[in-house]
């Protein structure tokens, strides 16, 4: 009884008090989102390679999905962000599809990936010069003969872009016969490529030689039977030899490939107006419009056809839009273009004041008249019908017929585009 007690350790009991509150929180916060032992844990599915994705793009390619395809190759690059190759089969794609502006960043990111990559080079300067970005285009070219002067496509690219230059009207002396000379060292290089015979047939085309085009843009639709701006120049080329069945026709298979583009419609229109079947050319022109509703072009086009099926009243509301832009019934801001020499603008102009005058609004018609003569006095089509405008109210003021009030526009619904190849005679006062 009188033995000494052995006292507890306090450093025992701290460590004690310590595994309890662990083993507490444990239970308590941790153990509840484990999962059940006795069910079982399924691991998550791995990850899909890149490569199984990308063989399903390609079978997407393969049937000419092209807008599937790029989606899939999205994902192969969400796996594999570092391969160049997914982003510039993407960028081809999109250049085949219409989509510029993403094309020229996918080639960018694959130059990330390897700046010294030729084809990528070549492939943001084709995307550019479809844009109209010509001294981008012309230095991403020169850039990609540099890395490789033995890849075939980057001469077609080349010929391409100095093409359009030349069709936009900024071409120097001497562009054109460079184009012509990188087109044909295309197909000397590769005489079974898509974009040797494209270049190729373009090139003849804007050459005016169009028999030969059609043979060269027909070898690239044997190619490949799926790219609408090739059906869209074999259209051009055939409409230039007045084969208006053979131009319709593939400019309806440029519109199953985009039927969002308002130009395989536009372009149908102006066949039509060719021949004179102007309620045909309405209905496709009002088909353009609504692909692309702010466009004032497009209702200078719509406003056109009209006004040369004797439609004043329709055709006044469409060529105010396009003169003087507006608002339509759903919205759509319009931007009016400025009259200049560019595109047709002059022609809506003079086209607007004519149906103007023949329904007998002289106060609104003769200002236009007096703005074409005084901006585009070069342009003898212009001046003429200026004169037009003049001649018409002169005899509607001596006919003795009361003067109707100014014409107001109505807001109106979308309609058409217009063809800015097209030559025309001066309208001449149905």
């Known amino acids: 009884m009188l033995k000494r007690k052995k006292r507890s350790n306090p450093w025992v009991i701290i460590l004690l008090v310590g595994l309890i509150i662990v083993v507490v929180l444990f239970d308590r916060m941790i153990r509840p989102y484990l999962p059940p032992v006795l069910i079982g844990y399924v691991t998550p599915t791995p990850t899909r390679s890149a490569e199984s994705i990308v063989g399903e793009a390609d079978a997407l390619v393969n049937s000419a999905k092209y807008n599937q395809a790029i989606e899939a190759y999205r994902l192969a690059i969400a796996v594999d962000p570092k391969n160049p190759s997914y982003y510039l089969t993407v960028s081809r794609l999109e250049i085949y599809t219409g989509q510029y502006k993403d094309a020229i960043t996918d080639a960018a990111n694959a130059l990330l990936l390897n700046p010294n990559s030729s084809l990528a080079f070549g492939l943001q300067g084709w995307a550019q010069g479809f844009l109209?970005?010509?001294?981008?285009?012309?230095?991403?070219?020169?850039?990609?003969?540099?890395?490789?002067?033995?890849?075939a496509q980057n001469y077609a690219y080349k010929a391409m872009i100095l093409a359009f230059k030349v069709i936009d009207g900024?071409?120097?002396?001497?562009?054109?016969?460079?184009?012509?000379?990188?087109?044909?060292?295309?197909?000397?290089?590769?005489?079974?490529?898509?974009?040797?015979?494209?270049?190729?047939?373009?090139?003849?085309?804007?050459?005016?030689?169009?028999?030969?085009?059609?043979?060269?843009?027909?070898?690239?639709?044997?190619?490949?039977?799926?790219?609408?701006?090739?059906?869209?120049?074999?259209?051009?080329?055939y409409r230039a030899l007045q084969q208006y069945v053979q131009a319709i026709e593939e400019f309806n298979r440029a519109n199953a490939l985009n039927p969002t583009d308002p130009m395989p419609a536009t372009y149908i229109a102006a066949v039509y107006a060719t021949n004179g079947e102007f309620a045909k050319a309405i209905q496709y022109a009002t088909t353009a419009v609504n692909n692309d509703p702010s466009n004032p072009a497009m209702w200078g086009n719509?406003?056109?056809?009209?006004?040369?099926?004797?439609?004043?009243?329709?055709?006044?509301?469409?060529?105010?839009?396009?003169?003087?832009?507006?608002?339509?019934?759903?919205?759509?801001?319009?931007?009016?273009?400025?009259?200049?020499?560019?595109?047709?603008?002059?022609?809506?102009?003079?086209?607007?004041?004519?149906?103007?005058?023949?329904?007998?609004?002289?106060?609104?018609?003769?200002?236009?008249?007096?703005?074409?003569?005084?901006?585009?006095?070069?342009?003898?089509?212009?001046?003429?019908?200026?004169?037009?405008?003049?001649?018409?109210?002169?005899?509607?003021?001596?006919?003795?017929?009361?003067?109707?009030?100014?014409?107001?526009?109505?807001?109106?619904?979308?309609?058409?585009?217009?063809?800015?190849?097209?030559?025309?005679?001066?309208?001449?006062?149905p």
């Open 132 to 151: 109209g970005d010509y001294t981008d285009a012309e230095g991403s070219i020169a850039n990609a003969i540099k890395q490789d002067p033995t890849l």
């Open 302 to 429: 719509l406003g056109r056809m009209y006004y040369h099926n004797l439609q004043y009243t329709d055709a006044i509301p469409a060529l105010s839009l396009a003169v003087h832009g507006g608002v339509t019934s759903d919205g759509v801001v319009v931007e009016g273009l400025p009259l200049s020499y560019t595109g047709r603008a002059a022609e809506y102009y003079y086209t607007y004041g004519l149906a103007l005058a023949n329904l007998g609004y002289c106060n609104q018609a003769l200002p236009i008249s007096q703005a074409l003569q005084q901006t585009v006095t070069t342009d003898t089509v212009a001046q003429a019908n200026a004169q037009e405008i003049i001649t018409q109210c002169a005899q509607f003021a001596t006919s003795g017929a009361p003067t109707p009030t100014a014409f107001t526009t109505p807001t109106i619904t979308p309609s058409p585009t217009m063809d800015l190849t097209q030559t025309e005679a001066p309208v001449s006062t």
């Open 170 to 237: 900024f071409g120097e002396l001497g562009t054109m016969q460079v184009a012509i000379d990188s087109s044909k060292t295309a197909v000397s290089m590769a005489p079974d490529l898509l974009e040797t015979h494209w270049a190729r047939g373009y090139v003849l085309y804007v050459t005016s030689n169009y028999d030969q085009a059609v043979t060269e843009l027909s070898a690239a639709a044997t190619l490949n039977n799926s790219i609408g701006e090739i059906h869209m120049e074999l259209g051009y080329s």
